[in-house]
């Protein structure tokens, strides 16, 4: 079965920056097109950034410029590096599958940005 296990979020300042992390297992990782997701509170889960097998990456436009998506598939770890962070990236981030995502998901990593 596979496991996701996100971390490093936390409570940063607007403008301030944070590295998420999310260690696959279960599966073999290299294979996959992996993505990180993201849910507000009230709101649904949605797409921020895609890196596929070859790195040709993906972003949506709210984050595009300011998050950096990266993957180390000897470690089968997805990174997000988030940069200029805002009041409206505050959310759960979690990683998973791409386009088609696994049924199970990680518990996310909180991040919290004041103003």
């Known amino acids: 079965q596979v496991q996701l296990v996100e971390s490093g979020g936390g409570l940063v300042q607007a403008g301030g920056s944070l590295r998420l992390s999310c260690v696959v297992s279960?599966?073999?990782?290299?294979?996959?097109?992996m993505g990180w997701y993201r849910q507000a509170p009230g709101k649904q889960r949605e797409l921020v950034a895609v890196?596929?097998?070859?790195?040709?990456?993906y972003y949506a436009d709210s984050v595009k410029g300011r998050f950096t998506i990266s993957r180390d598939n000897a470690k089968n770890t997805v990174y997000l590096q988030m940069d200029s962070l805002k009041p409206e990236d505050t959310a759960v981030y979690y990683c998973?599958?791409?386009?088609?995502?696994?049924?199970?998901w990680g518990q996310g990593t909180q991040v919290t940005v004041s103003s």
């Open positions: 890196i596929p097998r070859n790195e040709n990456t």
């Open positions: 279960g599966t073999n990782f290299i294979l996959y097109t």
């Open positions: 998973n599958r791409n386009p088609t995502t696994w049924a199970n």
